[in-house]
Every structure is written in C-alpha cells, then in structure tokens.
Nanobody, 113 residues
Framework: EVQLVESGGGLVQPGGSLRLSCVAS????????MSWFRQAPGKGLELVSS????????GYLDSVKGRFIISRDNAKNTLYLQMNNLKPEDTAVYYC??????RGQGTQVTVSS
C-alpha cells in the first residue's frame, strides 16, 4: 500500500520560510518522479513542483519559481519542499504526490500576519 505522509506545515508571516517533508512507503520511491500539489480554499488542485526520480530535473509553477526548492533523498524515501519568501497567496493545503490521484493527507500552510 502506497503511503505518503507530509509534515512541516504551519502558520508563518509573509516573507517567512517553511520546509515541508514527505515520507514515502509502499513503493520503490527512487524509481518515481514525485510532485507537490496544493489546494487553496475554494480553488482547484494546483501542481506546484515536480522532481525527476534521480533528482536531476525539476519544474516549478511560475508563481513559486525562485522562492520554492524541491528536493529528495532517495536513501530516506523522503521528498522535500523548501518554501522561502512566503506570500499570503501561498496559503493552501500542500500534498505530496506520486500522481495526481495518489497523494498524502496534506499539510496546511497558512501565510498571514
């Protein structure tokens, strides 16, 4: 059974930083590209960032480029999202995903003063 468990969310002021983590199990993590999605209140699911299985290639939503960094540690079966210079519009539930339909339970990120 695939399990994806996110952590690291919370309340942060604008301009602050958070680091999300996702521990994966139930599949061979190192063989799969992984992604972070987010869903803001009243909005649809949005792909934030993806990373190739080896970590060699990454991609980002335009609005987070230069602020967010995706990474992975295949030895630890863990996916990360470093989020810097956070903005109120980044407020959402963030999901670690093997695919759009295979996601964790999510972690809430709230950016507010």
């Amino acid at each position: 059974e695939v399990q994806l468990v996110e952590s690291g969310g919370g309340l942060v002021q604008p301009g602050g930083s958070l680091r999300l983590s996702c521990v994966a199990s139930g599949f061979t993590f190192s063989k799969y590209a992984m992604s972070w999605f987010r869903q803001a209140p009243g909005k649809g699911l949005e792909l934030v960032s993806s990373i190739q299985s080896t970590g060699a290639n990454t991609g980002y939503l335009d609005s987070v480029k230069g602020r967010f960094i995706i990474s992975r540690d295949n030895a630890k079966n863990t996916l990360y999202l470093q989020m810097n210079n956070l903005k109120p519009e980044d407020t959402a539930v963030y999901y670690c995903a093997k695919s759009p339909l295979t996601r964790g339970q999510g972690t809430q990120v709230t950016v507010s003063s």
